[in-house]
């Protein structure tokens, strides 16, 4: 046995450590930034929607004391992607951490649930865009600067349960969220299935750079369904429940940290239990 003495704990402290998280004025996004910002790092709170993000940034820096910059941009213009590289650079210095937490749902919820029979090709797109295309737009941006930077760094994306296993399209019958009438449409898996994919891919990739990548998957978390979906939902899950927000946000911050330095290209499923049945 080495005689090396090793401090566990502070392998966790992400103090002087450069975030950029996307996605991050969302449902988990917030707290991903928060559980970071805990843990000491300074984050570039990214996002399209630039006022929440500059005034969520404002709160973390003054919860956390850390260093943070709030920056809109829209993930599927590969110069919004650019520009707000630089912008995090300038404003932070070297990006250590990316969290590619970007995706979810369009604008017009009435084509995004729609029936896959009726499923119209100019929405699958813009959803890809987002979920898919912008994530590679970003990873490509920011693992571009991790390379030049020759320091290492970690990259971790956000996929779903929906792009390990198919949706039990059986809890969303009387099921709604938010008031309508909600399924899981194929777009959504198959484009969070490719996230998967390409952490696999680019854990590969980039391993002689020192950059680890790796991906969170979480299962359905509690945020507006109805009691229809949540009691149906809970049935087919081991622990009998949906998921908090912040039960991902450990996760996130072992992954980011050095106490994983050994883990990479891999799918960290948070589901209850779902996929052990």
Not at 56 to 62: P, Q, T, V
Not at 66 to 72: D, F, I, Q, S
Not at 147 to 160: N, P
Not at 184 to 213: E, F, N, Q
Request: charged letters at 20%; hydrophobic letters at 45%.
């Amino acid at each position: 046995m080495s005689d090396k003495v090793v401090s566990y704990k502070q392998q966790f402290d992400l103090t002087g450590r450069n975030a950029v998280v996307t996605g991050a004025a969302g449902l988990l996004g917030r707290r991903f930034c928060a559980g970071l910002a805990e843990f000491g790092a300074n984050v570039a709170v990214v996002d399209i929607e630039r006022d929440q993000a500059v005034a969520f940034a404002r709160e973390l820096a003054d919860r956390y004391k850390v260093r943070t910059v709030g920056l809109g941009c829209d993930i599927t213009d590969a110069s919004a992607v650019q520009a707000m590289t630089a912008q995090a650079v300038a404003a932070l210095g070297d990006i250590h951490i990316l969290h590619n937490n970007v995706g979810g749902k369009t604008p017009d919820l009435g084509k995004f649930f729609a029936p896959f029979e009726d499923f119209d090709l100019a929405e699958w797109r813009r959803v890809m865009a987002v979920n898919l295309d912008g994530v590679f737009l970003v990873d490509q941006a920011i693992g571009r600067q991790m390379v030049k930077q020759k320091q290492g760094g970690s990259i971790i994306h956000t996929a779903s349960i929906y792009g390990v296993v198919a949706p039990d399209q059986r809890i969303y019958e009387g099921s709604e969220y938010l008031g309508r009438s909600i399924n899981t449409p194929a777009v959504y898996s198959a484009s969070k299935a490719a996230i998967i994919g390409l952490t696999k891919y680019l854990a590969t990739y980039w391993a002689d750079a020192g950059i680890r990548v790796n991906c969170i998957t979480p299962g359905g978390v509690e945020s507006g369904q109805n009691e229809t979906f949540k009691q149906k939902y809970s049935a087919r899950i081991p622990l009998g429940r949906m998921a908090q927000g912040e039960e991902m946000v450990n996760a996130l911050v072992w992954l980011a940290s050095e106490s994983s330095s050994y883990v990479t290209g891999q799918n960290i499923v948070i589901d209850g239990g779902l996929t052990a049945w």
